[in-house]
C-alpha cells in the first residue's frame, strides 16, 4: 500500500496518509503505444508539480482546497510488465486499492490507452456490484478512441473508448471529438450505446449556441454512476501544445469548467471518479501541465461541492 508520493503533493499540500483520505490522487505513467508526441510517461509528475501553482480559492466552495477534506497524493504505478497485456495488469491491480469506494480516486496519466484497465478495477466499485453495464463513461476528447486496431494494436490509445465498451461499460458521452476515422463514424451511428458530440456542433459559430445549450442539458439529465475521462487534447490545441496529439477547434477552459461543474451537480449522478490522460510535460512552456493541473482541481473541488 502507497504511503505517500514521490516528487511532492498535489496543489503543494501538507503530506498526508491514506488512513481517512477523501481523495486520492493517483499516478500512471504508461507510455506504450504512442502514434506521434511523446512524453505522457512524465505527465503525471508534472502536472502534479504544476498544481502547486494552483490558487486553493474555487469559487464553488466556503473554504480552500482542501476544504476541510484529505487528498492524499500516492506513489505512482512502478511501470513494470514485459509486455502491453502485462502493463495494463499492473495498472489494474495498481487501481484497485482505490476503486472500492472509500475515497474518490482521480487518475494522472499517461496514455490513454490505460482506460480499459481502469474499467476492470473499477467494477469492484459497490455502486457497481461488479456490473460495468451500470457505468457511464463521459468521455471529453478530440478523439473518438473507437477504432478496432492501430497499426495491429488492438490495446492502442485510439482503442481506448472501444475497449472500454468491450468491458462492458454501458453508455459512453463523448464530448468534442473532431478527429476521427470512417471507421469510428460507422460505430458512433451503429451502437446505440454511444452518444457522440462533435465538437463543431456546439463550438462552431454557426451552431449559435442552442448546440451548447442542449449539451449541459443532456449532462444534466444523466443517471446512475459515472466516470469521467478526460483526455487532456479535448481542449483547445493551444492550451495544450505538447499533448501528443494537440488539435485545433477545441474547448475553452471555461467550457470545460462548465461541463465539469453542470456533471457534478447532475441531480441523479454519482460521479465515482475521474481520470485525466495524455497529459505530456513541456520543456519551453508549463501551459500543458498547467491546464491538466487546473483541470483536476476543478474535479476535486466539484467533486467536494457534492459532500
Avoid at 492502442?156 to 468491458?167: F, I, N, Q, T, V
Avoid at 463550438?203 to 449556441?209: H, I, T
Amino acid at each position: 500500500m502507497a504511503e505517500g508520493s514521490i516528487g511532492g503533493n498535489f496543489l503543494g499540500l501538507e503530506e498526508s496518509t491514506r488512513e481517512g483520505a477523501d481523495i486520492a490522487i493517483l499516478s500512471l505513467p504508461y507510455e506504450l503505444t504512442v502514434s506521434y508526441g511523446q512524453g505522457t510517461e512524465n505527465g503525471p509528475a508534472a502536472c502534479i508539480e504544476a498544481s502547486a501553482q494552483v490558487e486553493l480559492h474555487d469559487p464553488l466552495l466556503d473554504e480552500d482546497l482542501p476544504a476541510g477534506r484529505t487528498i492524499f497524493t500516492a506513489d505512482p504505478w512502478d511501470g513494470e510488465g514485459g509486455s502491453l497485456a502485462a502493463q495494463l495488469e499492473g495498472i489494474e491491480k495498481y487501481l484497485q486499492e482505490w476503486t472500492e469506494g472509500q475515497v474518490f480516486p482521480i487518475v494522472l496519466g499517461g496514455e490513454h490507452g490505460s482506460l480499459p484497465a481502469i474499467m476492470r478495477a473499477l467494477s469492484n466499485h459497490p455502486t457497481l456490484a461488479g456490473d460495468l453495464s451500470r457505468l457511464t463513461v463521459v468521455q471529453i476528447d478530440a478523439h473518438a478512441d473507437l477504432r478496432d486496431e492501430l497499426d495491429g494494436d488492438n490495446y492502442s490509445h485510439a482503442c481506448a473508448a472501444r475497449r472500454a465498451l468491450d468491458e462492458g461499460v454501458g453508455n459512453l458521452l463523448q464530448i468534442g471529438v473532431r478527429a476521427y476515422s470512417r471507421e469510428e463514424e460507422d460505430y458512433i451511428n451503429s451502437d446505440e450505446r454511444v452518444s457522440t458530440w462533435f465538437a463543431r456542433d456546439f463550438l462552431a459559430p454557426s451552431s449559435g449556441g442552442q448546440g451548447w445549450d442542449n449539451l449541459l442539458a443532456e449532462i444534466s439529465a444523466l443517471t446512475g454512476p459515472v466516470w469521467l475521462t478526460f483526455d487532456i487534447d479535448g481542449l483547445d490545441g493551444s492550451l495544450v501544445p505538447h499533448t501528443g496529439t494537440p488539435v485545433p477547434g477545441g474547448l475553452a477552459h471555461w467550457q470545460a469548467v462548465e461541463i465539469i461543474e453542470t456533471l457534478f451537480a447532475a441531480t441523479q449522478v454519482e460521479v465515482i471518479g475521474a481520470d485525466i490522460a495524455e497529459i505530456v510535460a513541456g520543456n519551453d512552456s508549463n501551459l500543458t501541465q498547467f491546464s491538466a493541473a487546473m483541470i483536476a482541481t476543478k474535479i476535486v473541488a466539484a467533486h467536494i461541492a457534492t459532500l
